[in-house]
C-alpha cells in the first residue's frame, strides 16, 4: 500500500467541500447565522491580524474545540450554525473541513484561497488580542 501524500489529502478534503470565495465570505461577515473561524496558528494572527469578527481555532487544536463531549470545547462551534474556516491559503481549511465533516458538522464551508486572498481581494483586517 502506498503513503498518501497531503496534495492527495487535500484534493480527497475538497471533494464535497463547499468553497466560498472571499467575497462570500466578506457578505457573510455579520450574518448571525455563520461563524467564521480562523485556523492559523496563534503567531501568524499577531503576526498578520484576523479577519473582522472571527473566532479563533488553530488547527492543532480543532478536534478538541470542536467536540462538545471534550473540556476543551468552544461554543463558536455550534452545529445548528454555518461554520465557514479559513487559514492561510485554503490547504489547513480544507482538511479542517472534512474533519468536521466526519464530527458530525453538516454546516461547513472553507474559504478558498484562504487568508491570502483575503488581503489581495478585500484587506479590511483587525488586530489579533
Request: charged share 30%; hydrophobic share 35%.
Amino acid at each position: 500500500m502506498e503513503n498518501t501524500t497531503v496534495e492527495e489529502m487535500i484534493r480527497k478534503a475538497k471533494k464535497n467541500l463547499n468553497e466560498l470565495s472571499v467575497n462570500d465570505v466578506e457578505n457573510i461577515l455579520n450574518s448571525n447565522n455563520a461563524n467564521i473561524i480562523d485556523l492559523r496558528d496563534t503567531s501568524e494572527l499577531i503576526e498578520n491580524g484576523i479577519i473582522p469578527g472571527s473566532y479563533h481555532a488553530s488547527r492543532g487544536h480543532l478536534e478538541f474545540f470542536a467536540d462538545p463531549k471534550c473540556e476543551y470545547y468552544k461554543d463558536f462551534f455550534n452545529k445548528e450554525k454555518d461554520i465557514i474556516l479559513y487559514c492561510h491559503s485554503g490547504a489547513r481549511s480544507a482538511l479542517a473541513s472534512k474533519t468536521l465533516k466526519d464530527m458530525g458538522y453538516n454546516k461547513v464551508s472553507h474559504m478558498k484561497g484562504g487568508f491570502k486572498e483575503w488581503m489581495k481581494k478585500i484587506g479590511i483586517i483587525d488586530d489579533y488580542k
